[in-house]
């Protein structure tokens, strides 16, 4: 009944945004299980490894609505230099953040961050690269500063919010 009450024009414009709707769902249908896959997962720890010059792993990697990949049980580390594990971090994208070297929100959940002093302030080697966060939320976290094989320092229980968070060049850290 409704069909003879619509008017052509305004049928045209339902069916196209219906079918952009189901192609909006099976891109997502396909990246979720895209990221689910073994062979996904090697690869994007042997990239993410390449490109940052420190080894990256993690036990999973999903995506969440809207723009948002969570990883869990994630490493990174710099052998001698630093590590950071967390039980989980999520990274928030909205569409210009590419084009703008930004990301829009990192959530850490139980991260610890054990840096060796006399290794991180030695001078940057030429190529740090430029990146803004625009939110940045860290949840019962923690900071372990060493010196070789002894604990110089260490902050438990860190709850963190910043914003604006701009990283790389001009300040220090690589």
């Known amino acids: 009944m409704y069909r003879f009450a619509m008017k052509r024009h305004a049928r045209t414009v339902f069916k196209l945004l219906g079918a952009f709707a189901a192609a909006l769902l099976l891109v997502y249908l396909g990246l979720l299980s895209l990221l689910h896959s073994t062979a996904f997962r090697a690869w994007a720890q042997a990239e993410l490894s390449r490109r940052s010059g420190m080894e990256v792993r993690f036990a999973d990697l999903s995506l969440r609505l809207p723009l948002q990949i969570a990883a869990g049980n994630l490493e990174i580390s710099r052998p001698g230099v ?16 590419l084009w703008l070297k930004t990301v829009h929100r990192v959530s850490a959940e139980q991260p610890a961050l ?32 060493k010196r070789g094989d002894a604990t110089v320092f260490e902050l438990a229980n860190v709850n963190l919010g910043a914003r604006n968070l701009n990283l790389g060049h001009q300040t220090g850290i690589r």
């Open 114 to 145: 054990t840096v060796d002093v006399a290794e991180i302030m030695k001078p940057a080697g030429a190529g740090s690269p430029t990146l803004g966060v625009r939110y940045l939320n860290v949840e019962n976290g923690a900071v372990i500063l």
């Open 82 to 97: 630093l590590v950071f594990r967390a039980a989980q971090l999520r990274v928030a994208f909205t569409p210009f953040d």
